[in-house]
Nanobody, 122 residues
Framework: QVQLVESGGELVQAGGSLRLSCIFS????????IGWFRQAPGKEREFVAA????????VYSDSVKGRFTISRDNAKNTAYLKMNSLKPEDTAVYYC???????????????WGQGTQVTVSS
């Protein structure tokens, strides 16, 4: 059974940086696309970034492109989301998720972590 555990969320000032981690277990990590999503209070969960299982292709939402970087270390079964130039509107619970396919569609992700809170103060 696949399990995903996020960490690294905390309170940070606007303009600051954070790195989130997502530890994967239960299956072959390198066979899964990993996505990061976020959900702010009163809003739907939205796509942030994804890294394909093959080739390492990365995809970003327009709102984070140029500020966030997704990466993975298959030897450590871990994915990362490096977030720079953080803004108050980045405040949300951040979730990592795993999918068999190369997709940015929330409903196509099969496994989800419990989330980690990121709060950006102005």
């Amino acid at each position: 059974q696949v399990q995903l555990v996020e960490s690294g969320g905390e309170l940070v000032q606007a303009g600051g940086s954070l790195r989130l981690s997502c530890i994967f277990s239960g299956r072959t990590f390198s066979s899964y696309t990993i996505g990061w999503f976020r959900q702010a209070p009163g809003k739907e969960r939205e796509f942030v970034a994804a890294i394909w299982w093959i080739g390492g292709t990365t995809v970003y939402s327009d709102s984070v492109k140029g500020r966030f970087t997704i990466s993975r270390d298959n030897a450590k079964n871990t994915a990362y989301l490096k977030m720079n130039s953080l803004k108050p509107e980045d405040t949300a619970v951040y979730y990592c998720a795993a999918s068999w396919g190369s997709t940015v569609v929330r409903g196509h992700y099969d496994y989800w972590g419990q989330g980690t809170q990121v709060t950006v103060s102005s």
